[in-house]
């Protein structure tokens, strides 16, 4: 018997069917964030908004990667943030805790190549975690990325991505394949270029019209950004570009009442979006016990 309180939460897993197709949300963590990373909105616009939806300030980010099942096949969407932060990185424990052996992803979709996205696809030796899987990238971000000269003259959110982006996609090889357009790369996921954010940013729409938009970092904080979607982030490429591929994805989402998933929305990362005021809010989805 032991009056040893927890130290951790267990492993953020979450399953969601559409059709024949099964979407689990996997929770890397967070990251610990600032309000000072956005643009175009004031510290006190930020912090009331933050209180409004009772989170604190400064705020994390939740970190999620989600897997899809389809067709006899398992593909991984993101690989979050590996090694570089203290409270992300969970994702392999969470993939073994649902019994999803690394051998087993046969494809890496990656919404874009910033760092939480792409770390976990190495190990802390940059030794490739998914030895069997294609990763498919953004045709945009890999020009970008894997070109150290296109880092010359850039700020140094987006310059010091470069190596990291190297060491963690290079140990890939020819496996790395990049893509462009909209096109279907998995049964029953295609992807939606969703630019500014990085050159390359894409989400992916999985299961079809009764399915879910994956939207990759559309938002990085869903009470902020909801409100105040012109605010950018310093890690955007193209500011303008990226608030204006975030108002259209929250007007079509909340038009066409949506689901979507975000790497940045609040575990298990599953939302949908109505209009608020002038702007949006993001309704979460919430967890529940059946699939
Ligand atoms: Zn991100």
């Known amino acids: 018997m032991s009056n040893q309180l927890p130290d951790v939460q267990q492993h953020g897993i979450f399953h969601r069917r559409f059709g024949d197709v099964v979407v689990t949300a996997i929770s890397d963590g967070h990251i610990q964030a600032a309000l000072g990373v956005f643009q175009g909105i004031t510290a006190e616009q930020g912090e009331a908004e933050l209180a409004r939806a009772f989170r604190p300030s400064p705020p994390s980010f939740a970190v999620n990667v989600f897997v899809v099942r389809a067709a006899g096949r398992t593909a991984l969407i993101d690989a979050g943030g590996g090694d570089i932060y203290p409270a992300a990185g ?47 990238v953004h045709q945009a971000d890999l020009d970008f990325f894997l070109d150290p000269a296109k880092a010359e003259g850039m700020p140094a959110p987006i310059a010091t991505t470069f190596p990291v982006v190297e060491a963690s996609l290079r140990p890939y090889g020819d496996q790395v394949v990049g893509f462009r357009g909209e096109v279907e790369l998995f049964p029953s996921v295609s992807s939606v270029e969703l630019p500014g954010h990085t050159p390359g940013h894409c989400g992916f729409a999985v299961g079809g019209r009764d399915g879910v938009l994956i939207w990759g970092d559309v938002m990085h904080l869903p009470e902020v950004q909801a409100a105040y979607p012109d605010a950018t982030l310093v890690f955007d490429f193209d500011g303008a570009q990226a608030a204006a591929s975030r108002r259209k994805t929250l007007e079509l989402a909340a038009s066409e009442r949506l689901l979507v998933g975000g790497m940045h929305l609040h575990f298990p990362g599953l939302a949908h979006v109505v209009r608020r005021d002038a702007a949006f809010a993001v309704v979460p989805e919430p967890w529940t016990s059946a699939y």
Do not use: Y
């Open 90 to 136: 969970r994702m392999m424990a969470a993939l073994a805790a649902c019994s999803i052996a690394p051998e087993s992803v046969d494809t890496v979709l990656l919404t874009h190549t910033h760092r939480d996205h792409v770390r976990g696809l190495v190990d802390a030796h940059n030794k490739v975690r998914f030895a069997n899987a294609r990763v498919l």
